[in-house]
T-cell receptor, first 113, second 117 residues
């Protein structure tokens, strides 16, 4: 099976812009979670989608949003970018919402200038 | 709130030797899952091993094994016969089994492991 894919892999934006990141889960996986990784804050959970519904959300401002499509692909959007949004954004998929193992994609590295 | 603590920011080991990475966690849940992930310089997060809290037997995956002490809330990773390819950042992670929150992984701060010739 193909692994989790994320596009784009690298992105440079300027403050105030918005960005959309995409994640395609492993075939058959219906749960997609997003994480932000920064040197200062480490790995932090953003949100999780299962069957097109957001089931869980971390402590991030409303500028961070996401959605999931019927084919389980997911997108996350960050509006009004700030310098502090520079990070590696990781997507993970799992077969279900009950603690099943999450498999990660390669990440999207976002740099905000 | 659950917390995961990795008290060793950096460790090194000689090739072919054994190394143990420490992890402690805090939770009031009775059933949960624990994981070790490795993140090499490529930044791809790779699953190393998984442990279900209701299972008393320690998980093993080839050269990787864990010492799971539920009462002490300790979950250490032992790497035997270390190889250069084991050089990576290792993260301990926790999730509970409650529907609706079981997808949220809580990570420790990581241990950077360097395997030396």
């Amino acid at each position: 099976k193909a692994g989790v894919t994320q596009t784009p892999r690298y992105l440079i934006k300027t403050r105030g812009q918005q960005v959309t990141l995409s994640c395609s889960p492993i075939s058959g996986h219906r749960s997609v979670s997003w994480y932000q990784q920064t040197p200062g804050q480490g790995l932090q959970f953003l949100f999780e989608y299962f069957s097109e519904t957001q089931r869980n959300k971390g402590n991030f401002p409303g500028r961070f949003s996401g959605r999931q499509f019927s084919n389980s692909r997911s997108e996350m959007n960050v509006s009004t970018l700030e310098l502090g949004d520079s990070a590696l954004y990781l997507c993970a998929s799992s077969s279900g919402p009950h603690g099943e193992t999450q498999y990660f994609g390669p990440g999207t590295r976002l740099l905000v200038l | 709130a659950q917390t995961v603590t990795q008290s060793q920011p950096e460790m090194s080991v000689q090739e072919a030797e054994t190394v143990t990475l420490s992890c402690t966690y805090d939770t009031s849940e009775s059933n949960y899952y624990l994981f070790w992930y490795k993140q090499p310089p490529s930044r791809q997060m790779i699953l190393v091993i998984r442990q279900e809290a209701y299972k008393q037997q320690n998980a093993t995956e080839n050269r990787f094994s864990v010492n799971f002490q539920k009462a002490a809330k300790s979950f250490s990773l032992k790497i035997s016969d270390s190889q250069l390819g084991d050089t990576a950042m290792y993260f301990c992670a926790f999730t509970n089994s409650t529907t609706g929150t079981a997808s949220k992984l809580t990570f420790g701060t990581g241990t950077r492991l360097q395997v030396m010739l």
